[in-house]
């Protein structure tokens, strides 16, 4: 950002793009940048001011759509034309939201359960990825209005929880808007960044994000050790956040009131006010109001003992995070506040109390996402040189070679983006492919892994076993994406498949993975020892059988019978199991074999000197 490049051939001036960071939230979104003058980042703000834009999208009877407060304003009025809360349902199924359902006021379609989740409005159907991208091209104009240039970049946040599926549906979004989004982070690795926390080289701490919304409750245990964001743990609860303080409060003055559930519009006064009361009573002690020309009024203690429940659910998630990530409390170095809902006091407070130390909440916490997600872009950007970021593999990456032993070409916790290669050759004579596949996972033997692809490297010429070179490359780019690539070198036959490295597997069977390596390690050791003598073995049974039958005239028939003896003492040594006979005998039949190769090699080199003077 802010960088001027010179066209060469034109002498012209072309200023740099600006990337731009958003936060795609569930209930409300927004943009912010790096500014180039005073290097801090901005949310960018509507002539009123506003930086928030609520995540709904209304569509009219003609399919044109309004994003934002317009559209909020038409929630009560036009609900099934009034799409919000999108982001709970990107990547997943019908099968997966289908016990939520009762949560959305308009149509969720379910016709296929396993196919992804697709809303109906008139008689469109759009998928959680369309309407996304609506809230994304809202965003995108905004930015592109205030700074009077085209936005085409963005890195985008999403939960530290979201699996691959909903990452990819984010970017996918982010297509469609035509952005090109250069990175997805976690929401709690924005928010540490925002604070500048620990992504200066040589420093390492141990961070809590508590994210308290609308609708949703999130916390996040992190690490940062030089520029490396690893998330311990998250905890929360999908369905707890603003939106419950202002039903309970709601609900207190409804015993009051008692204005009757089916009066729609009361219902709705009564929810705003309580809103409002509830906002106003984070910077008062009282609160009092009209609802349908009756008064109400509350303190901040009573709404503090109505909320206290609520309150409560996020302090123990928080607890069980901790416990996950087999922390304690004094192990935290910073806590860092996001969400609206971390303004009320009560909140603010029982966190600090907690942890044992002063929260971080000095930025806003409606933009604290955004904010830290500009700070990313300005280091993609290549303009904020001392601050890191880089991503690891959570799982090692290899490939299936001979024996079903897993080959790992990139380990586990390897910094992305990496690149790595190894090179492979042929089993048999004239073999003409090669079949790659890619597994996951720490353990010796693929079976154990889990499969990410397969491809047939296929046009090999024909070639004696061993003699075929093939270079098989892993690329693994900034975003998590593994690109596979097999050459064989000497014809240049090449062949390439993209692998999406995470796709499906939730943190807790990482988890899983990585736990069942080190419970097996010592099983894997001795299969995989077994497996590699095997291998071997078996090559020089090939090797064996096949000079016997070509060079028979240059052996004595004992050493004949004798090299069978060997050859079948071998093989039952196989079908034993027996590594360390396997060992015994192959050295054997080696020592015997050695020498009839020798004068083979003799025979040849006599054979084509025949004739020849030497110099
Ligand atoms: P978010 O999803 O992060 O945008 O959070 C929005 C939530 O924060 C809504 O429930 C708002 O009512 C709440 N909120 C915004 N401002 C305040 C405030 N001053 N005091 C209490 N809650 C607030």
């Not at 901040?300 to 123990?316: G, S, Y």
Request: proline share 3%; hydrophobic share 40%.
């Amino acid at each position: 950002m802010g960088k001027v490049a010179i066209n060469i051939a034109t002498g012209s001036l072309l200023q740099e793009e600006t990337i731009v960071g958003i936060d795609l939230g569930t209930t409300n979104s927004l943009i912010a940048i790096v500014k180039t003058d005073t290097r801090q980042p901005l949310a960018l703000r509507d002539i009123d001011g506003l930086a928030l834009v609520p995540s709904i999208v209304h569509f009219d009877q003609n399919g044109n759509t309004t994003v934002g407060n317009p559209a909020k304003e038409l929630l009560v009025a036009e609900p099934e034309r009034t799409i919000y809360s999108v982001k709970r349902l990107m990547g997943k199924s019908y099968k997966d939201v289908s016990k939520d359902a009762g949560f959305f006021a308009y149509n969720i379609i379910d016709d296929d359960t396993d196919a992804l989740v697709k809303i109906q409005v008139g008689q469109k159907f759009y998928s959680p990825i369309e309407l996304s991208s609506y809230i994304l091209k809202e965003l995108k104009h905004r930015a592109e209005h205030i700074l009077k240039t085209s936005v085409t970049k963005a890195v985008i946040t999403v939960p530290a929880y979201f699996n691959d599926a909903q990452r990819q549906a984010t970017r996918d979004a982010g297509r469609l808007a035509g952005l090109d989004v250069l990175r997805i982070i976690n929401e709690p690795t924005a928010a540490s960044l925002a604070y500048g926390l620990g992504a200066k080289q040589g420093t390492e701490s141990t961070i809590a994000v508590y994210d308290l919304g609308g609708g949703t409750f999130d916390i996040s245990i992190l690490t940062i050790s030089n520029g490396i964001f690893e998330v311990l743990s998250t905890n929360g609860d999908t369905y707890l956040g603003g939106d419950d303080m202002d039903r309970v409060l709601a609900q207190h003055w409804n015993k009051e009131l008692g204005m009757p559930d089916s009066d729609k519009s009361a219902m709705q006064q009564l929810r705003i006010t309580a809103e409002e009361a509830k906002k106003h009573l984070s910077g008062n002690d009282n609160f009092s109001g009209t609802i349908n020309g009756k008064q109400v009024s509350i303190t901040r203690q009573q709404f503090n003992e109505l909320i206290q429940p609520l309150v409560d659910r996020t302090i123990t998630a928080c607890g069980n995070a901790l416990r996950d990530a087999g922390l304690k409390k004094e192990q935290i170095d910073a806590v860092v506040m996001v969400g609206g809902s971390t303004r009320v006091p009560l909140v603010k407070n029982s966190v600090r109390d907690f942890f044992g130390r002063e929260v971080h909440d000095e930025l806003n916490p409606d933009e604290v996402v955004a904010l830290g997600a500009a700070v990313q872009a300005d280091i993609l950007a290549g303009n904020n040189t001392e601050m890191l970021l880089l991503d690891v593999t959570p799982l090692s990456l290899g490939i299936e070679t001979m024996g079903g032993l897993m080959d790992v070409l990139i380990p586990r916790n390897s910094k992305i983006p990496m690149k790595a290669g190894r090179q492979y050759t042929t089993q048999k004579d004239g073999q003409g492919g090669m079949r790659i596949s890619v597994f996951q996972g720490e353990r010796d033997l693929v079976q154990d892994n889990r499969k990410l692809a397969e491809f047939n490297l296929t046009g090999i010429p024909g070639m004696p076993a061993g003699m075929a070179k093939v270079e098989v490359s892993f690329l693994i780019d900034a975003d998590g994406i593994l690109k596979v690539s097999a050459t064989e070198l000497r014809s240049g036959v090449a062949q390439s498949i993209d692998v999406k490295p995470q796709y499906g597997l939730t943190d807790e069977e990482v988890e899983k993975m990585l736990l069942d390596s080190l419970t097996h390690a010592k099983d894997d050791i001795k299969t995989r020892a077994l497996v590699e003598a095997t291998t071997e073995a078996q090559q020089m049974l090939d090797v064996t059988e096949k000079f016997l039958t070509k060079h028979r005239a240059v052996l004595t028939d004992e050493e004949i019978e004798l090299t069978n003896q060997r050859i079948q003492i071998l093989q039952q040594a196989i079908s034993d199991k027996d590594k360390d006979r396997i060992q015994q005998e192959l050295e054997i039949l080696n020592d015997i074999s050695r020498p009839y190769a020798e004068r083979v090699m003799d025979a040849a080199l006599k054979d084509a000197m025949k004739g020849k003077k030497v110099i």
